[in-house]
C-alpha cells in the first residue's frame, strides 16, 4: 500500500514539474514554412480561399452582422471559427481564429509569390497558447510547424505534386 502513495507522489510532482514549465515558456510564438509549386499563384490564391474539401475540412459561411467574412471549419470533432483579416488577391491573405473561448489563438499570413516555373507559397504562423500544458505539447510534442507542414503537404496533394518544405 505504501508503493501506491509513492507512485501518487510522483506522478503529482511529474503534473506539478511539467505545469511549471508551461508556465516558464512564453505564450507567443512565429513559426513559419515555405513551399512552391507549379501552379500559378491565382491558382494557389483560390485553393486557400476556396472549398476546404481536399484537406478534409468543411467550411460552413456563418452569417456576420460587422461586415467581416467567418466561416467555421470542421474537422472531426474540432471546430474553429475564423475570419478574414487581409485579403489582397493573389499574392497576401490572412486569416484569424476568432473564437475566443479556445486554448489557443492567432493568425495565419499566406504570402504567394510568383516564380519561374509557379509560385512559393510562404505561410506565418503568430500564436498564442494560453494553457501551460497545451504550450508544453504544441513547443516539445507537435513543434510550432506541425499544422503548417500537414497544409502544404495537403496542397501539395491538392495539385498532385511533391513538397519540399523549407523554412
Known amino acids: 500500500m505504501r508503493w501506491l502513495l509513492f507512485v501518487g507522489m510522483a506522478i503529482g510532482v511529474i503534473v506539478l514539474v511539467v505545469v511549471l514549465v508551461g508556465l516558464m515558456l512564453p505564450k507567443s510564438h512565429r513559426a513559419t514554412r515555405m513551399a512552391e509549386f507549379k501552379q500559378c499563384p491565382e491558382v494557389v490564391f483560390a485553393t486557400i480561399t476556396g472549398s476546404q474539401d481536399w484537406r478534409g475540412v ?3 459561411e456563418l452569417p456576420s452582422d460587422d461586415g467581416l467574412r467567418r466561416w467555421r471549419e470542421q474537422s472531426g470533432n474540432r471546430s474553429i471559427t475564423f475570419e478574414e483579416a487581409v485579403s489582397d488577391p493573389p499574392r497576401l491573405y490572412r486569416s ?7 486554448p489557443f489563438s492567432g493568425t495565419w499570413t499566406w504570402e504567394i509569390t510568383a516564380t519561374g516555373d509557379g509560385c512559393a507559397c510562404r505561410i506565418t504562423e503568430y500564436g498564442e497558447v494560453y494553457n501551460p500544458i497545451f504550450r508544453i505539447m504544441s513547443r516539445f510534442v507537435f513543434g510550432y510547424t506541425k499544422t503548417i ?3 502544404l503537404n495537403a496542397l501539395g496533394r491538392k495539385f498532385n505534386e511533391p513538397v519540399k518544405i523549407e523554412n
Open 58 to 60: 468543411t467550411k460552413i
Open 96 to 102: 484569424r481564429i476568432a473564437d475566443k473561448n479556445l
Open 149 to 151: 507542414d500537414d497544409y
